[in-house]
């Protein structure tokens, strides 16, 4: 089985930070992306950012604000926000896309999400 832990999140005032983490664990032989997407309500999900080895993904809408970093040792990935917006108020998803056999195919893990809030 693979798990992916989530913290951090909460409820901040616009131009404020909060930081996002993640670690996968469990069965794991290979991780391509990690990353985070974020579903508002009435929304659908969408990619926020996303890192592998060879590339860095981010939408166009946080590009400049967020910054997105992963430690392969340790299989975790963090989402660094800053000068949020009201807008950015969302669940946010972990999201791994990893082998965690070598007789499957990669698929996706998805965490149990985080509620960020930006208001004042």
């Known amino acids: 089985q693979v798990q992916l832990a989530e913290s951090g999140g909460g409820s901040v005032q616009p131009g404020g930070s909060l930081r996002l983490s993640c670690a996968a664990s469990?069965?794991?032989?290979?991780?391509?992306?990690m990353g985070w997407y974020r579903q508002a309500p009435g929304k659908q999900r969408e990619l926020v950012a996303r890192i592998s080895s060879i590339s860095t993904n981010y939408a166009d809408s946080v590009k400049g604000r967020f910054t997105i970093a992963r430690d392969y040792a340790k299989n975790t990935v963090t989402l660094q926000m800053n000068s949020l917006k009201p807008e950015d108020t969302a669940v946010y998803y972990c999201?791994?896309?990893?082998?965690?056999?070598?007789?499957?195919?990669?698929?996706?893990?998805w965490g149990q999400g985080t509620q960020v809030t930006v208001s004042s």
């Open positions: 999201n791994a896309d990893l082998r965690s056999s070598w007789l499957r195919p990669r698929s996706d893990y």
């Open positions: 469990g069965s794991i032989v290979s991780i391509n992306f």
